[in-house]
T-cell receptor, first 116, second 114 residues
Framework: AQSVAQPEDQVNVAEGNPLTVKCTYS??????LFWYVQYPNRGLQFLLK??????LVKGSYGFEAEFNKSQTSFHLKKPSALVSDSALYFC??????????????FGQGTTLQVKP | DADVTQTPRNRITKTGKRIMLECSQT?????MYWYRQDPGLGLRLIYY???????NKGEISDGYSVSRQAQAKFSLSLESAIPNQTALYFC?????????????FGEGSRLTVL
């Protein structure tokens, strides 16, 4: 079965420090991977995706993610965290069942807290 | 204006009541989805639809039904609400023309069942 795991419920970093939010996946074929962010009382916003090509993917708001096939990971990173980055982050993998449904399978979410 | 609009944004109801959550989109996407978000569980798929005549169950469809009234409208119904359906519900869309495309989400509908 396909799945996504975010091993940390919460990540705390100081403003200006680098941040990493971890994600590992399990799929039967080539993975299509996504990161979304959810600010309080808002819907999910797309940050970036990996489909193929370079292992380092750049996205919105200065975020990037590194695809590592051998470790089946897709960690979200940012060189210098901002207080405004504090939010709930979701990793997701595209369901690659027999039909092209476009469904995403989500991890449980990681709360990022950036302190001044 | 939001591309994916959900109504109502908040609703409190009682056990046994019928509830409808509505979703409309202006993105022109053919695919629409209903997800449920619970703390610590992420988002789980309830139903999805590829077009007006196509409805498919997701992983947690029991207790829910949907209607795709038009390409732009996809509503979720709880025929007889129960307290464990208290959650944040999201509608999402995607384009079937872009096979690797992301989902676009509405702002969510927070439902509380007493």
């Amino acid at each position: 079965a396909q799945s996504v795991a975010q091993p940390e419920d919460q990540v705390n970093v100081a403003e200006g420090n680098p941040l990493t939010v971890k994600c590992t996946y399990s799929v039967s074929g080539n993975p299509y991977l996504f990161w979304y962010v959810q600010y309080p009382n808002r819907g999910l916003q797309f940050l970036l995706k990996y489909i193929t090509g370079d292992n380092l993917v750049k996205g919105s708001y200065g975020f990037e993610a590194e695809f590592n096939k051998s470790q089946t990971s897709f960690h979200l990173k940012k060189p210098s965290a901002l207080v405004s980055d504090s939010a709930l982050y979701f990793c997701a993998v595209r369901d690659q069942g027999s039909s092209n449904t476009g469904k995403l399978i989500f991890g449980q979410g990681t709360t990022l807290q950036v302190k001044p | 204006d939001a591309d994916v609009t959900q109504t109502p944004r908040n609703r409190i109801t009682k056990t046994g009541k019928r509830i409808m959550l509505e979703c409309s989109q202006t993105k022109g996407h053919d695919r629409m989805y209903w997800y449920r978000q619970d703390p610590g569980l992420g988002l789980r798929l309830i139903y999805y639809s590829f077009d007006v005549k196509d409805i498919n169950k997701g992983e947690i469809s029991d207790g829910y039904s949907v209607s795709r009234q038009a390409q732009a409208k996809f509503s979720l119904s709880l025929e007889s609400a129960i307290p464990n359906q208290t959650a944040l519900y999201f509608c999402a869309t995607s384009s079937g023309q872009v096979l690797t495309g992301e989902l676009f989400f509405g702002e969510g509908s927070r439902l509380t069942v007493l």
